[in-house]
């Protein structure tokens, strides 16, 4: 089992910064890669980035150019900064990450949520 503890969202204002972080705790060893996923009111959830374990990114078209993924193994954590924020950017932000595991197999785990206002 992995828990995941999202930090760092908030109210800014269009053009302004943030940096969500995702802590995870528990069968840490097992982690691959990890996510960032957001879902505004009456939207579906949608990806807005992942790293694998090797470091390899993808972001949403949206976000590309304006935010960047990153991890720190050592701390099992994974990072989100966003830059240029607009008003569509506005969600609740989860922490996603993949878990491989000989015994368990692979299971995904999500984080709580971390609501991002972004006001024009």
């Known amino acids: 089992q992995v828990q995941l503890v999202e930090s760092g969202g908030g109210l800014v204002q269009a053009g302004g910064s943030l940096r969500l972080s995702c802590a995870a705790s528990g069968s840490t060893s097992n982690i691959n890669a990890m996510a960032w996923y957001r879902q505004a009111p009456g939207n579906e959830r949608e990806l807005v980035a992942v790293?694998?374990?090797?470091?390899?990114?993808t972001y949403a078209d949206s976000v590309k150019g304006r935010a960047t993924i990153s991890r720190d193994n050592a701390k099992n954590t994974v990072y989100l900064q966003m830059n240029s924020l607009k008003p569509e950017d506005t969600a609740v932000y989860y922490c996603?990450?993949?878990?491989?595991?000989?015994?368990?197999?692979?299971?995904?785990?999500w984080g709580q949520g971390t609501q991002v206002t972004v006001s024009s």
């Open positions: 996603n990450v993949k878990s491989v595991s000989r015994v368990y197999g692979v299971g995904y785990y």
């Open positions: 790293i694998s374990s090797g470091g390899a990114t």
